[in-house]
C-alpha cells in the first residue's frame, strides 16, 4: 500500500481515530501518575508517558501474534494492572523535602511504563489489523496520536486536582479493564468455553473494579491507623 494511495490515508485516518478510542485507559493512567508531581514536572512527565505508551503499542505490535497466544499472560498483566489501581489509590508516604524532583518523575513514568505494557495487549490488535502489517501506517498513526493522548491527560488531571473522589473512579476503571483482561486469557477461554466466558465478561470486569476500591480502602485505613497511633500510640 503505497502513502499515494487513498486506501493508505484511510487506513492512517482509521488506526489516528482506533489509537484515540483505545487511549483513554492510557491517558486515566497518565494523569493519575502525573498528579502528585511538582507543577514544573507535569508536563514533562505527560510527554514522556504519553511516548512510552506509543513506543509500547509499536513494540506489541511487532510481536502481537506471539504474546495473544501465550497463555496466562493475560491472567499475569490483570493481576500487574490491579497492583498499579491499588498503587496509585494510596496517599503518599511522608517524603522529606530533599527528595529530587527527577526521582519522582522517573517513578511516575515507570508506572506508566507497566500499566500502558498491560493495557497495550488488547490496542495494538485492532491498530495491527487496519495497517495490515504496513508500519509506515503503524508509526505515523500512532506517533500523530500523541499530543491527543497528552491532551486527555491534561483534561483528566485537571478534573483530578479538582474533584480528588475521581482518583477512585480511574483507579475502577484500571480494575475493570483489569477484569475484562483475566477472563479473556487463552486458559480461562479454553476452561470455561467462549460462551460462558462472554456471557460474565461484565460481572468480570466489575469484580475487578471492586477489588482494587476495597482493596485500596483496606490498604488506606490500615495506613491512616498506622499514621495515627505513631511513635506514641499505645
Known amino acids: 500500500m503505497s502513502y499515494l494511495e487513498p486506501l493508505f490515508w484511510l487506513a492512517l485516518l482509521k488506526i489516528i481515530w482506533i489509537n484515540v478510542l483505545l487511549s483513554g485507559d492510557n491517558a486515566v493512567v497518565i494523569a493519575m501518575a502525573c498528579r502528585s508531581l511538582p507543577d514544573n514536572m507535569r508536563r514533562t512527565g505527560m510527554i514522556l508517558g504519553a511516548g512510552v505508551a506509543v513506543g509500547m503499542r509499536i513494540v506489541f505490535t511487532a510481536i502481537i501474534a506471539v504474546l495473544l497466544g501465550l497463555p496466562w499472560l493475560r491472567i499475569v498483566g490483570s493481576l500487574a494492572l490491579m497492583y498499579i489501581a491499588v498503587d496509585l489509590v494510596l496517599p503518599e508516604e511522608g517524603e522529606e523535602g530533599g527528595v529530587a524532583a527527577h526521582d519522582n518523575l522517573w517513578r511516575a513514568v515507570g ?10 495487549l488488547d490496542n495494538v490488535v485492532a491498530i495491527a489489523a487496519v495497517a495490515d502489517g504496513n508500519w509506515t501506517l503503524i508509526i505515523i498513526g500512532l506517533v500523530i496520536s500523541i499530543p491527543m493522548i497528552i491532551a486527555g491527560a491534561a483534561l483528566i488531571m485537571g478534573l483530578l486536582a479538582r474533584f480528588p473522589f475521581l482518583v477512585w473512579a480511574g483507579a475502577a476503571l484500571l480494575g475493570w479493564v483489569a477484569g475484562e483482561m483475566f477472563v479473556s ?10 460462551a460462558v466466558v462472554h456471557h460474565y465478561e461484565y460481572a468480570a470486569a466489575a469484580a475487578g473494579a471492586v477489588i482494587v476500591l476495597a482493596t485500596g480502602w483496606a490498604i488506606s485505613r490500615f495506613k491512616g491507623g498506622a499514621h495515627a497511633a505513631g511513635p506514641h500510640g499505645s
Not at 508506572?111 to 497495550?120: H, K, R
Open 111 to 120: 508506572t506508566i511504563a507497566v500499566a500502558d505494557l498491560v493495557m497495550s
Open 185 to 194: 486469557d487463552v486458559k480461562v477461554l479454553d476452561y470455561f468455553g467462549e
